[in-house]
């Protein structure tokens, strides 16, 4: 109340419980990224620090765009995110090679990253123009799975078996919050149980088959593919309670674990700071993402709930598919750990997903207002 | 119409948002709390496990090979200790260019191309850590040569320790054996990481290999905090090795070279016993290869060399050649006599030979009426034949088991021979025949089934010179056994007293007398037949080498209270008392008179063509030449390289 009356409106407007989280948890990825370099801000934990101020404030800006502006920009959105996704498919053909990027001269631009809010913006569209009653029907379901499996198939000939499962994850997501009925749900989580076994023997690159059977067994090939899930696993599991102390973590210093600023640098986090810094860190995600939910709960409309929520659940999908994968409960599929592993798209892509949700946030908290 | 239901539907759609919406988030909750869980576990349930993981990966443990025991003689003197090594090896998992590593090394190193052969060989069969030698025994400055340049070969590692060192080399080569890298059944046996470190060694053969267990010691550990690619960080606490006890022996280093020196090339054993204790003072056997080349592994060509050499320089003879006594045994079979109560003084007339049937058993002289005392001291087999007759197979077998004969002993020396004492039973068993007359009459005189070693030769003399049935020992602190012999203190004098006068009155060794003042060696000289030549002929110098007859000679000193007792057996050195007794002398003398010992060997070797070192050299050195000549493709390189170095002057 107090601050209410110091500070100008615009700035308590701010969801700033939210940010003040935000900015913890980016601030540790700064931190853990400094050790990691062997307590040295370059190379990683320099640029990190300033690309997530450059984010934060494009995030900001985001915000203050009306939330119904979303729902025109979605669909063309989507589009054209699908056409650079089949441009960097076809140059990769002509290339001869698999290509994830965009080249465009200044910036290199990976249309998979983008596809992760747009599908979930265009399927909250999708289900925002169908008549409620067409939603338990036929015409309710094939054009989402269409929106969903063009870019996900896309994305899976790349290869990335994560990001094609985060786009997936993001669809299904929307259509759930959206009404499909239930039993497809429970149906389709059948027969993806029946299909797994088939798709790893007969779908998945050689290299993406070895790693879901390393991750099934990871001490059948300790010094191969399943060097990483092991490695990770040592490192979690030294770092007991308390963990080893900040620049003591052998695992990360000594290079035994990969991609330790990358994909893995939950478990550089944790052989230093131990289980409390990884609670803390887990709880902090956990606080996030339920303000992105609470978002979705107060949205003044269909499509912002079905968005809000979304691109929450897009957030959440990024740190369990992370977690569970350095922690062996999943294979290695190459998805970061949101803000705090190094690497740009990842960032920018959760801070476009909190940009939107504040710019909803925004119209959801003037709505009563009016 | 259609309006009201669309608005009740919306509602019904909000209200099923909020629902499914609460369901997402327990989903995220649950898979949140499931995350936590899974952490807490690993962090907290495993993290001894894994803590000990993270510790194996930053730690690399070193083993430091133990240093190993010394085996010293009776007064304390180095028989086999270490010397500090420098080497270099090849970790097969670091190498990124084999061959360029291996020309670099060469170069550095001036490798030959035999030994890279070698190097090349080795890391095709390595796999993963194992090391491959390329060098041992580098002096200082070619091992640094290669140390300052590590970073820029991986894979080599250069490493400083310590190497076994034999100070008399080929004279202790078959007493002592030698050691050498763990094989690779050697390590799938036990899977000690001990057996893979660089600069370990076991013991290969003899006592080396025996008292393996004694001598190892236990390894020490060298902390090294590395990276997952290999490379040190900084040292951690080191562990000492713990070296491996000292092992005294009851050899006499002094009398052990000697007496292997005194051997010369011929292919022969002397074994020198103590007879108060059973200290075996000596046991050499020569030829010999050098104990310290084979430690370090040696090439093709020597081993080719060593192999093909009629003279066997790899069997130790003292306890694995075995060669019919001949009359060496006559001892034995006296002490049989008397023990069966034959009458000293009883005289059998030789006539030069003993008619048995239609077959007639040749003395080698018509030595005339002859009582016990003449009959060893001229070696009259008539003598024996008659005797030996009398009394039977089983006495005379009984008197030569009770001598040491047919035993092996509790030595720690791998595979000693039994050898032969025949009697009836055996040769039923092993032949299944009858046992003849004929049989007993040739036993009686060392001949026939007989089959002894060279230390059992030497057990035997130095029971008839004690009365004690000692058992031999080489361990220091080995138990003294030397119960009674249950001969009559007379009968030993009479035998003993024939041996007297074998070598000082009018017998067969007179020339081999002991030129030491005040003592008196007694002793037995034997001539075994290698094959049987017909017509009663010898195998002498009209024979080739290897059918000419074994010569033979068993002693004790001084006579009247003996405390020496040896034995020598030359293999086809054509006579006990041209070959074997004056080595037997020169040894004994050694004992008592080492000047004079040494100068008489000196003029020996001079003769020989230089000292034992030098001998194998320049034998190998020939060997080589003659190996290497014919072949063409050899030769090139280093004649250009003299070429090229006349040049450069």
């Not at chain 2, 930053?58 to 085996?71: E, Q, S």
């Not at chain 2, 090594?85 to 291996?102: G, N």
């Not at chain 2, 001598?403 to 009697?423: F, K, M, N």
């Not at chain 2, 361990?475 to 203190?489: I, M």
Request: aromatic letters at 8%; proline letters at 6%; charged letters at 20%.
């Amino acid at each position: 109340m107090r601050i209410g009356e110091l500070v100008p409106a615009p700035l308590t407007r701010l969801p700033w419980h939210m940010l003040v989280l935000l900015c913890a948890i980016g601030g540790f990825g700064v931190v853990v990224l400094y050790s990691a370099a062997g307590g040295s801000l370059t190379p990683w934990a320099y640029s990190q620090a300033l690309r997530f101020g450059v984010f934060l404030c494009m995030a900001l800006v985001l915000s203050y765009v009306p939330a119904h502006v979303w729902g025109r920009v979605a669909l063309p959105g989507y589009a054209i995110t699908l056409v650079a996704l089949l441009l960097v498919e076809l140059l990769g053909a002509v290339r001869g090679g698999s290509q994830r990027w965009l080249d465009l001269g200044i910036i290199r631009l990976q249309p998979s990253e983008f596809m992760k809010p747009f599908i979930v913006l265009a399927c909250a569209k999708f289900y925002d123009l169908l008549p409620p009653n067409e939603t338990r029907r036929l015409g309710g379901l094939w054009p989402a799975a269409l929106l969903i499996a063009m870019p996900a198939g896309l994305v899976m000939l790349q290869p990335d078996l994560g990001t094609a499962l985060m786009i997936t994850g993001g669809g299904l997501t929307i259509m759930f919050l959206a009404g499909v009925p239930l039993r497809l749900f429970i149906g389709g989580a059948l027969a993806f149980a029946l299909f797994v076994p088939l798709a790893v023997n007969f779908l998945l690159h050689e290299y993406q088959r070895n790693r879901v059977l390393i991750f099934l067994d990871p001490e059948s090939d300790p010094l191969g593919t399943g060097y990483h899930i092991s490695q990770s696993k040592i490192a979690i599991g030294s770092g007991g309670l308390f963990g080893k102390g900040f620049g003591n973590g052998s695992q990360v210093h000594l290079d035994y674990l990969p991609e330790g600023h990358t994909d893995f640098v939950f478990a550089t986090m944790a052989e230093e700071w131990g289980l409390v810094g990884g609670l803390l860190l887990i709880l902090a995600f956990m606080l996030l993402i339920r303000w992105g939910m609470g978002v979705a709960q107060r949205a003044p409309n269909r499509f912002a709930r079905l968005a809000a929520a979304g691109l929450a659940t897009t957030i959440f999908f990024y740190v369990a598919i992370n977690l569970m994968m350095v922690m062996g409960l999943a294979p290695v599929v190459g998805i970061p750990l949101p803000l705090v592993s190094f690497g740009g798209s990842a960032q920018m892509t959760t801070l476009i997903c909190i940009g939107i949700l504040m710019s909803i946030d925004r119209a959801a908290t003037r709505q009563p207002r009016w | 119409m259609s309006g009201p239901v669309r608005i009740v539907s919306e509602a019904a759609q909000t209200f099923s948002f909020s629902r499914r919406a609460a369901m997402l988030g327990a989903g995220q909750a649950g898979i949140g709390l499931l995350l936590a869980g899974r952490m807490g576990w690993l962090a907290v349930a495993e993290n001894e496990r894994y803590s000990l993981l993270a510790e194996s990966n930053r730690v690399n443990l070193t083993l430091i090979p133990p240093r190993r025991g010394w085996i010293v003689d009776r007064q304390g003197r180095p028989i086999a200790n270490n010397r500090t090594d420098f080497r270099i090896d090849l970790i097969p998992e670091r190498i990124e260019d084999a061959e360029q590593v291996l020309l670099r090394l060469t170069r550095l190193l001036s490798l030959e191309p035999d030994q890279v052969e070698r190097v090349r060989r080795d890391l095709k069969d390595a796999r993963g850590f194992t090391p491959v030698v390329v060098a041992e025994n580098l002096d200082w400055e070619r091992y640094a040569s290669v140390v300052v340049r590590q970073p820029e070969l991986p894979g080599v590692a250069p490493s400083q320790g310590y190497a076994r060192n034999y100070p008399a080399g080929a004279a202790v080569a078959h007493l002592i054996g030698y050691v050498g890298a763990a094989s690779a059944e050697q390590y799938q046996e036990v899977k000690d990481p001990l057996y893979l470190a660089p600069g370990f060694k076991l013991g290969k053969d003899g006592m080396e290999k025996s008292l393996e267990e004694r001598l190892r010691g236990r390894p020490g550990a060298k902390r090294v905090e590395v990276t997952a690619r290999g490379r040190p960080v900084r040292d951690l606490e080191t562990r000492r090795d713990v070296p491996g006890a000292t092992t005294r022996l009851t050899i006499h280093a002094g009398l052990q070279e000697y007496a292997a020196r005194r051997l010369g090339d011929e292919s022969g054993a002397a074994v020198v016993i103590d007879c108060n204790d059973g200290g075996i003072l000596a046991m050499a056997s020569m030829p010999a290869y050098d104990p310290n080349a084979f430690s370090d592994g040696i090439g093709q060509l020597e081993w080719g060399m060593l192999r093909d050499d009629d003279h066997l320089p790899l069997v130790n003879k003292s306890v694995q050649g075995l060669y019919p006594p001949g009359s060496t045994f006559k001892p034995a079979t006296a002490t049989a006599l008397l023990a069966a109560g034959v009458d000293p003084e009883r005289v059998v007339y030789c006539g030069g030979g003993y008619q048995l049937g239609n077959r007639r058993f040749g003395c080698l002289g018509r030595h005339g009426p002859m009582n016990l005392h003449r009959a060893i001291a001229r070696s009259c087999n008539t003598y024996f034949y008659a005797m030996g007759r009398e009394i039977g197979i089983e006495r005379i077998a009984a008197a030569a088991r009770a001598l040491g004969l047919g035993a092996e002993y509790p030595l720690p020396i791998p595979s000693q021979r039994y050898g032969t004492v025949p009697d009836a039973v055996w040769k039923e068993r092993k032949y299944d025949q009858q046992w003849t007359q004929a049989d007993t009459l040739n036993t009686s005189i060392g001949q026939g089934y007989l089959l002894t070693s060279p230390l059992q030769l030497a057990v035997m003399a130095s029971r008839i010179a004690s009365g004690r049935a000692l058992v031999p020992r080489l361990l220091a602190d080995a138990p003294v056994v030397g119960p009674s012999l249950g001969v009559s203190a007379e009968d030993l004098a009479r035998v003993r007293a024939g041996m007297d006068e074998v070598v000082n009155g009018a017998g067969t060794a007179v020339r081999s007398r002991l030129q030491v003042e005040g003592v008196r060696m007694g002793g037995k000289t034997g001539t075994a037949q290698v094959r049987r030549i017909a017509g009663g002929a010898r195998g002498g110098l009209n024979v080739p080498w290897k059918y000419r007859d074994h010569g033979l000679f068993v002693c004790f000193a001084p006579v009247d209270n003996p405390r020496y007792a040896a034995a020598v057996v030359i293999e086809h050195g054509m006579s006990g008392s041209g070959a074997a007794a004056p080595v037997a002398r020169d040894i004994l003398t050694y004992l008592y008179d080492r000047p004079k010992a040494l100068e008489s060997l000196a003029a020996l070797e001079k003769g020989w063509g230089g000292d034992l070192r030098t001998r194998m050299a320049a034998k190998e050195a020939a060997y080589r030449q003659a190996k290497l000549a014919p072949d063409p493709a050899a030769t090139p390189t280093p004649v250009a390289a003299t070429t090229a170095q006349a040049a450069g002057e």
